[in-house]
């Protein structure tokens, strides 16, 4: 078997592993599960990259049997000097802190403790590194006490935690790039990335979605970049166009209202070596707190934004105080009104576009999912944005996606694309509704993308190519002349079908057409007399 699709399947049945030790402590599916399960992975990635990066340091320590007993040896000062060699995306641990430490402490009293103290010592020394900020400045921490959440036994599921971690190791798989780790990040959170009542929903990009939006906006080598997404969600949309970039060409930002989305994604950067772009993961309410400024406390501009945002969502309790005189410009089509019989229907999402739209810099790109109905409504919010992207010609072109490509919605969506240096028009709209097969996902139908599919649409968007029934290119008078209309149906050439016959064939098709008329005449001049003659019948009776 492949080697990577091996330790694959061993990182999935440690995963697997760490759910059923919470199963067996009555916190399966239980609402802190997820807490557990991430913050015990993430304590095992981090203690198997200090080792792999401290055997690439020293030698001696790569040779010796056991990595924690040759550090032992070292002085202090020594100690330190290893720490200060290593990379910015590794935790610096002390040798209380491994995991073979806690396995040979197991036995001693209130276990637990231990367990949490070790825990919350790597999160106060890696503070600075590790740390989500919140929109008021506090941190939140790496990891928090997590035996709380246990009843009963409490050293007991700390020790059968730590004898799960302590026969694996991540060590042979940190070369690996962002394809082994987005299906790994996929595996760790597939039973909690939902919405689970709060205020934004948990959403989680389908792959092929993501990979589509950053082929098609990463179309040549760039540096130094800023990627935002401000409805960061568990990342993975800046995953793929960090990993379309290039890690080391680029820095993330995000921010995202939810503190679960925003541990999710400092997962993901974690796991796909961006612990540089942590501090600027935010937990806020982008729309109306939005954090990220430059020097002169005006929104920071981006040269790059992806966003799934959500759709509908009930934001009636502060949707006046973005009406502001400040806001007057980034929400330059206005706020919607609140539906008195269902505030939950609010549509949400026009508002992040606005505000995307706002935050792009003179070059910047962006792509954005969004509900189909978005790009061919005739009137309010949805139609002014339309308008503005095309009289400041920052339209670059639109996808539309499968039904159901999203498992957990039965709105159809499409992929809206910005380039605000895409003046001269040449807009590729493409219908890719027709494209994918559907699967069962759970209780729900799913369509996916085949591989070739998925190129196709890269291909033909990036070529500016025009396909019959699934593609146009157009430039911004058409669509002006369209009503503003960003379908591609609507700009599809109508076909008609001529056939050459001869003048005596042509009389021939005539004569057998009134031949039928007048025989279907015939036909319902009787049935009308019938209906007639019933209905004096039934006068008299």
Not at 196 to 202: I, M, R, T, V
């Amino acid at each position: 078997m492949n080697p990577t699709i091996e330790f694959e399947k061993k990182t999935k049945t440690l995963i697997d592993d760490l759910k059923s030790v919470c199963a067996n402590y009555g916190l399966g599916n239980d609402g802190n599960e997820f807490k557990i399960i991430t913050q015990v992975f993430l304590y095992k990635f981090l203690n198997d990259k200090f080792a792999y990066e401290v055997k690439l340091i020293d030698p001696a320590i790569a040779k010796a049997e056991h990595w924690e007993d040759a550090l032992k040896k070292y002085s202090s000062e020594e100690y330190e000097m290893i720490l200060m060699q290593l990379s910015e995306s590794t935790a610096r641990l002390q040798p209380e802190h491994y995991i073979s430490y806690l396995f040979e402490n197991q036995n001693q009293p209130n276990f637990s403790e231990l367990f949490d103290h070790t825990l919350l010592e790597i999160a106060r020394i890696n503070n600075d590194i590790f740390s989500v900020k919140t929109e008021g400045g506090e941190k939140i921490m790496l990891f928090e006490n997590i035996s709380k959440y246990v009843i009963d036994k409490r050293d007991d599921f700390c020790r059968a935690i730590v004898n799960k971690l302590v026969n694996f190791s991540f060590e042979g798989i940190f070369k690996e790039k962002f394809d082994f780790f987005s299906t790994i990040f996929e595996y760790l959170i597939k039973d909690y990335n939902t919405n689970s009542g709060g205020k934004y929903a948990e959403y989680f990009t389908p792959h092929a979605v993501a990979k589509i939006m950053a082929a098609c906006l990463i179309t040549e080598k760039v540096q130094n970049v800023g990627c935002f997404d401000p409805s960061g969600g568990s990342g993975t949309l800046l995953m793929s166009l960090a990993h379309a970039i290039g890690e080391d060409k680029c820095t993330i930002y995000s921010q995202d209202i939810s503190q679960k989305s925003s541990n999710l994604l400092r997962l993901n950067l974690i796991l796909n070596n961006l612990v540089h772009s942590i501090p600027n993961v935010i937990k806020g309410n982008t729309l109306l707190d939005p954090y990220h400024r430059d020097r002169n406390g005006q929104l920071r501009k981006f040269e790059y934004v992806v966003s799934n945002p959500p759709f509908k969502l009930d934001f009636s309790d502060y949707v006046e105080d973005l009406n502001t005189k400040e806001n007057h410009q980034r929400f330059f089509a206005g706020t919607p009104n609140v539906p008195k019989a269902k505030p939950e229907g609010m549509a949400i999402y026009p508002m992040f576009i606005q505000h995307i739209m706002h935050v792009l810099s003179d070059d910047g790109k962006a792509a954005i999912v969004v509900p189909t109905g978005f790009i061919t409504a005739q009137s309010g919010i949805e139609r002014k944005i339309r308008e503005r992207m095309v009289e400041d010609k920052m339209l670059r072109g639109v996808i539309s996606m499968p039904s159901n490509i999203f498992a957990t919605t039965g709105t159809n969506v499409s992929i809206l694309f910005l380039d605000k240096a895409n003046t001269k028009g040449d807009i590729v709209l493409m219908d890719a509704s027709k494209l994918g097969v559907t699967v069962k996902e759970g209780k729900n139908q799913k369509t996916v993308l085949r591989l070739e599919e998925e190129d196709k649409i890269i291909s033909t968007f990036n070529a500016h190519e025009a396909v019959e029934d699934f593609s146009v290119v157009v430039g911004y008078d058409e669509i002006k002349e369209k009503n503003y209309s960003f379908s591609a149906g609507q700009y599809f050439d109508v076909k008609i079908e001529y056939v050459d016959i001869t003048a005596e064939e042509f009389e021939a098709k005539i004569a057998g057409f009134q031949a039928n008329l007048d025989r279907m005449f015939g036909e319902s001049r009787v049935l009308e007399g019938e209906i007639q003659r019933q209905l004096k019948g039934l006068r008299y009776e």
